[in-house]
């Protein structure tokens, strides 16, 4: 609670900055224009001059933290960023507070959307270090994607404006391992699918469970690019898709399929 109060506060400390500088910045060129005309001394323009500046930095920097990024190399990078944080374990937990609930409350605008495997040791908003309203997650074992996969997608897509798509597949994934050993049983509309990856790469049926999962993640992203909605939106560069695959014991997210 105490914590909680102090966030509060900083916040809104931040935002009543935020203003001042504005107000600064909009006085500048009108203040610049008063020292031209009247020709004020050279220590108070000296005084105009770094206060212009101090609030232009002051401006920039409570700025950034609304900062939402909406190229999708700048959402990958994010995405990057806080996985790495959680692979040194210096994990900052970001938009968990009361005023990121209320903030969201009203409307989400998720920076990406991820296409992951239910497994439960594979949960993006942990593993990518990310908070409420951050992450669009699209959940199924495999991490494969049928019509009602690529629905779900493509509203994010469309309505929530998502500037990137990222497929994560995962080290010792069940799924995947279930259609390498010809164990599909329970699950042949997923493992239907999964074949179908790992025949489109040579080799990847006959090589290693992790050479398959990546082949999966491919096909995925593939899938996804190739899908006429998100075609349109890639083109109209508002969104990529990329893939990557997640070690289980160092938290690692490694990239195996960039954006194009
Ligand atoms: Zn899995």
Redesign the pocket.
Known sequence: MKTLTITTISRGIERVQEKVSFVFLCAFMPLRLCVEFFHIPSRTRFFLFFLSLFSLCNFLEAGDIQTFPKEAKESLSKLLQGNDRYVKELLVHPNRSQERREEVSQAQYPFAVIVG???SR?SPIIVFDQGLGDLFEVRV???VVGPIEIASVEYAALHLHSSLIFVM??EN????KAVLANQTQDIEPIAERIQAAINAIPGAGKGSLEMAVKANVIATVKQLRENPGIAKLIKENKIRVAGGYYHLETGKVELCCDLL
């Open positions: 495997c239910s497994d594979v074992a495999g991490n597949g995962h994934c069940g799924a995947v």
